[in-house]
């Protein structure tokens, strides 16, 4: 799927050295939404669509960047790297080098040739793609590596200190620590993981909405605001609840009349969700497809209607999926407002699928959606 022959090629034609190549895989969150910066569980899993670095040493202390998806170079001082990102998608990498020298790595010189096939900005995190792939390419030079986890918070501060981007761990420690066949889940207090098999017959159904989600416009931070206040208002009463991840049901139910309506419906859903994300991962270690078809659809119905995070057209394509053959479970999946669907769906149903919920999406909303059949891909890794 991703053979590095052509981007070898590439990067040969352009910067006349031999590169050593890199790869890290995009994600879909299985469920587990907004839960992260509660300190709480995500499951996600890694896809097969990836971020490829092609990187080879120069001796003129340069760090030259080539996106082959925007078709653009552009070239910094390794001893002088610009202390904030730009806008611009050589954040990203430049981000990660920045941190890097920050933890004492000195970065020589380097060529970097980029391409990925994450679509981008579709919430799929081809940005965490880029990040890992990045940081591994760079830490080759310097012969230095780091345990999974670490590198994968090394990149979220990439993209929160450089990029300036709010995002939580999930998509860079997906990306680093993903592995074939399994989705992980992800406990975001300690960063503490465990995998769970998703058998064979299971394909990962990706339906774009294709109406783009912004977690850096007002929604996403008003939510995180009243879930937050919600958590304080049980803080208020019993110590030991810094996080909503602390917080029970019952807690809701004694408490929940101080809160402001929409803060009661935020907390609602988050400390639900935790539950269901947890259980999920019971379910799919069990092999309890059904199961855990019903905690997605339920945890669909707790984002939609309780936290407000859905829009007609996800609800839309989440409805449309229901009754079509092969359907286990189907969810809005990231960090809400449009975006993608995951649709857990029988393998041998899954073209079929796909090309019914596409027309049926195309007809009622006209919009045409794009739909892809994914499997759960390993983590970053070298490639040879
Ligand atoms: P998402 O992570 O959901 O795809 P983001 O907005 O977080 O969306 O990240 C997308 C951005 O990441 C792109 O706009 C671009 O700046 C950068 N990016 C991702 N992949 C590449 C690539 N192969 N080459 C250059 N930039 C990329
Ligand atoms: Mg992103």
Request: net charge negative; glycine share 10%.
């Amino acid at each position: 799927m991703h053979d590095p022959a052509v981007l070898r090629s590439m990067h040969r034609a352009r910067f006349q050295a031999d590169p050593a190549i890199f790869v890290a895989p995009g994600r879909v969150n299985l469920i587990g939404e907004h839960t992260d910066y509660a300190e709480g569980f995500v499951m996600p899993a890694a896809i097969n669509f990836a971020t490829l670095a092609a990187i080879s040493p120069r001796s003129d202390g340069k760090i030259v960047l080539y996106s082959e998806n925007y078709g653009e170079e552009k070239t910094f001082d390794a001893s002088a790297l610009p202390p904030k990102g730009s806008q611009h998608w050589s954040d990203y990498p430049l981000g990660v080098a920045h941190i890097l020298a920050g933890e004492g790595h000195k970065l020589p010189g380097c060529s970097v040739s980029l391409w990925g096939d994450v679509p981008l900005g579709s919430g799929l995190s081809s940005s965490a793609a880029l990040e890992v792939a990045s940081a591994l390419a760079f830490l080759s030079l310097m012969d230095a590596s780091y345990p999974g986890p670490v590198l994968a918070r090394l990149c979220q501060r990439a993209e929160n200190e450089y990029v300036g981007a709010n995002c939580g761990i999930m998509d860079q420690f997906i990306s680093a620590n993903g592995q074939e066949n399994h989705a992980l889940l992800l406990d975001c207090r300690d960063l503490s993981y465990k995998l769970a098999p998703i058998p064979d017959h299971v394909a990962l159904v990706i339906a774009n909405t294709m109406v783009k989600h912004s977690v850096s416009g007002g929604d996403y931070p008003t939510r995180r605001r009243e879930s937050e206040a919600a958590c304080a208002v049980i803080a208020s009463h019993r110590s030991g609840v810094p996080f909503l991840r602390d917080a029970t049901l019952e807690d809701l139910e004694k408490w929940g009349h101080e809160m402001e309506p929409k803060s009661y419906l935020r907390a609602k859903h988050v400390i639900s969700e935790n539950l269901r994300t947890v259980a999920a991962c019971d379910a799919l270690l069990r092999g309890d497809m059904k199961e855990l078809g019903r905690l997605m659809g339920e945890a669909h119905v707790s984002y939609s209607r309780d936290f407000e995070g859905s829009c007609v057209e996800a609800d839309t394509m989440v409805a449309l999926a229901q009754d079509l053959p092969g359907l286990i479970g189907a969810r809005l999946t990231g960090g809400g407002f449009g975006g993608c669907t995951i649709n857990l769906v029988e393998q041998a149903e899954a073209a079929a699928f796909a090309e019914a919920l596409g027309a049926r999406y195309a007809a009622q909303t006209g919009i045409v959606p794009e739909i892809h059949i994914c499997h759960a891909s390993a983590g970053a890794h070298r490639l040879e």
